[in-house]
């Protein structure tokens, strides 16, 4: 007979082996490849050579090129985090204390999901006859006569792209804020209105540090799906914006795998550090379990 420590140990091992079945091919092992190439060199035709080099890291972190992808990288994914936090919060917010009738709460949070029925990119395309020359905003705007002139800077800019970041990502901010209000206890607030404290303390002090952790899961989502995104930048920009996604896609487009393994490697390691930026900032497991 095996020791009960022992039988424990193989029993638990036994239970999450499902998940490293999926785990280490899916995506350890991916990610083991790509930093493996990221360290090759490269015959400039598509192949690669098995010889250690750091010259790929070295030729990425000296490029003024790759400090201007990353600006443009991280301004698109402050914009996006900020816009879509505030709409989110401001959504979820309505959602758990100002809808009463829990049917009703349920049909608009469905509502806010709508959208996303549809691919990103019908979704992303479908600005474009709003956002143009002869879109209806302009026609708007013109039509009561705000401006004299199309506003070409709605379309085809980083506006846009801006635009089409939040109207996708807002719900990633919405479901989790939502679900940490909607565990808030009411009572609490309650008693805070009683005993005088106003909206803007009750914001402050209990709403606030109650959604600390839906917060930062939608923050999450939110900078990862960007960080990781190049297409949306490459159409609603019209190609005038760039992103870092998008450069080592390029790479790869003409056969530089160690060189586009190397942005990869750089770039999941500038997310991750961030992501770990976040978790400082709340204990995500406790505050889901309680």
Not at 99 to 112: A, E
Not at 259 to 279: C, D, H, K, Q
Request: aromatic share 12%; net charge positive.
């Amino acid at each position: 007979m095996l020791p009960a420590k022992l039988r424990r140990n193989l029993v638990s091992w036994l239970y999450i082996s499902p998940l490293l079945l999926v785990i280490l091919p899916f995506f350890l092992l991916p990610i083991l490849v790509v930093v493996v190439a990221s360290v090759f060199e490269t015959d400039g035709f598509g192949g690669i050579i098995p010889t250690f080099t750091l010259d790929n890291y070295a030729g990425i972190l000296s490029s003024s090129l790759t400090l201007n992808l990353y600006y443009s990288t991280i301004k698109f994914t402050f914009l996006t985090w900020l816009f879509s936090l505030i709409l989110g919060f401001l959504i979820a917010y309505f959602l758990a204390f100002h809808v009463r009738n829990k049917l009703l709460g349920i049909g608009l949070f469905l509502l806010c999901t709508v959208p996303f029925w549809t691919s990103n990119v019908i979704r992303m395309i479908s600005w474009i006859p709003l956002l143009g020359k002869e879109g209806l905003i302009n026609r708007g705007l013109m039509g009561v006569g705000i401006v004299q002139q199309p506003i070409e800077a709605l379309l085809y800019s980083d506006l846009a792209v801006v635009i089409a970041y939040v109207h996708q990502l807002t719900i990633f901010m919405i479901v989790p804020i939502f679900n940490s209000m909607a565990r808030i206890d009411k009572r609490v607030v309650e008693a805070a209105v009683d005993a005088g404290a106003s909206r803007f303390d009750i914001m402050r002090l209990i709403i606030i540090p109650l959604s600390k952790s839906g917060i930062a899961l939608g923050s999450i989502f939110v900078i990862a799906i960007v960080m990781g995104d190049f297409f949306v930048v490459k159409v609603m920009s019209g190609g005038g914006s760039a992103s870092v996604v998008g450069a080592f896609y390029e790479d790869i487009g003409v056969l530089q795998y160690p060189p586009a393994a190397a942005s990869a490697v750089l770039l999941t390691v500038v997310l991750m550090a961030v992501i770990g930026v976040i978790l400082r900032t709340v204990n995500i497991r406790k505050e889901l379990t309680q």
